[in-house]
């Protein structure tokens, strides 16, 4: 996969306050990559870096293989600001006329470009309205549209969904599928956690001026080797047995179902230990974790559980949201 977006060691220092402080990352072409981290973490300033907005102190960038800022690169990419300035007197339809002939798009091209992407983003209708008439979700689609106007072949989309409902917020994600499909790489800067871990490839944690995790979401969200065990009729002495493979992790009684008649007991119980587990456990379904060295060991654990009388619900490697990956992070 070609890399279209490449950093090392990207440095940024306004005065004393350093911004973006050796940043170190690879985008692949096609790819959703989303850029995650917490106010003040530099995300704003590496994106105004990488369109040629803001030039690093140091360290070296690359897009589409050339500097940012080159002319060559500025024709291939869109951009969508954090903080769009939009001309109140303009419409809808005016706005995105004087970016696509920046673009030096003609006028035939322009005018079928224009109707194309305002029905896209769901402003069909509105193409004559003045923009001081929008709403704030609006004029974020208008801002969306502008990002597309040279068909680019990399966007940078600062924020994308702010101000935009539930309804508008969807709709932004099938636009960043369709691009993502057509092989447009989408550079994305969120705060909508749950949104980036349904739309992006992989994805790049920042904290102060550094990526401290990067990575397919699947890789980073897996705890180890550790799966989540559901099942009822788990005693004190089964869960220690579990020991053997692993290391117990959470343990929680998560619902409780009807007493059911018991499942033949461990070899060598004594009965009261066993009247003593039907009474306060047949009935409880517990959750927990174990951490296992390998993934060979598992099914002996079942074989162990189920041989113990316990019935198994289910038995499935542990993923963390993306939100607890990012709150761990940043509690680090």
């Not at 940012?68 to 006329?97: S, Y």
């Not at 499909?181 to 992989?202: K, P, Q, Y």
């Amino acid at each position: 996969m070609p890399t279209l977006i490449e950093t090392t060691a990207l440095r940024k220092t306004f005065g004393t306050t350093v911004a973006v402080d050796g940043l170190t990352l690879a985008v692949g072409q096609g790819e959703v990559f989303g850029f995650l981290g917490p106010n003040g973490a530099g995300k704003t300033t590496t994106v105004k870096m990488l369109v040629g907005l803001v030039h690093p102190t140091a360290g070296d960038a690359l897009v589409l293989g050339r500097r940012p800022g080159d002319p060559a690169v500025m024709g291939r990419i869109g951009f969508l600001p954090e903080h769009f300035r939009f001309p109140p007197w303009l419409t809808a339809a005016d706005f995105l006329d004087v970016h696509s002939r920046l673009y030096g798009l003609p006028a035939r091209e322009r005018q079928t470009r224009i109707s194309e992407l305002l029905g896209r983003v769901g402003l069909a209708d509105r193409a004559r309205s003045r923009l001081g008439e929008f709403s704030k979700g609006m004029l974020q689609r208008v801002g969306l549209a502008q990002a597309l106007l040279n068909d680019p072949a990399l966007v940078f989309l600062d924020e994308p969904t702010s101000g935009l409902d539930p309804v508008g917020r969807h709709e932004v994600r099938d636009l960043i599928r369709e691009l993502r499909a057509a092989g447009v790489t989408v550079f994305l800067n969120s705060h909508f956690l749950s949104e980036v871990e349904v739309t992006c490839d992989r994805v790049a944690i920042v904290k102060r001026g550094q990526v401290v995790r990067s990575g397919a979401l699947d890789e980073l969200t897996r705890v180890g080797l550790e799966v989540e065990i559901r099942a009822a009729g788990l005693t004190p002495e089964l869960i220690a047995g579990l020991a053997q493979w692993g290391a117990v992790g959470e343990v929680q009684t998560v619902d409780h179902r009807p007493p059911t008649t018991s499942h033949d007991p461990l070899p060598g119980a004594p009965q009261s230990e066993i009247a003593i587990r039907d009474s306060q456990f047949a009935d409880a379904v517990t959750r927990l974790t174990l951490s296992v060295a390998s993934e060979e060991v598992i099914p002996a654990a079942a074989q162990w559980l189920v041989a113990g009388g316990a019935q198994l619900y289910s038995l499935a490697p542990r993923r963390l949201s993306l939100e607890e990956l990012f709150m761990r992070v940043m509690a680090e």
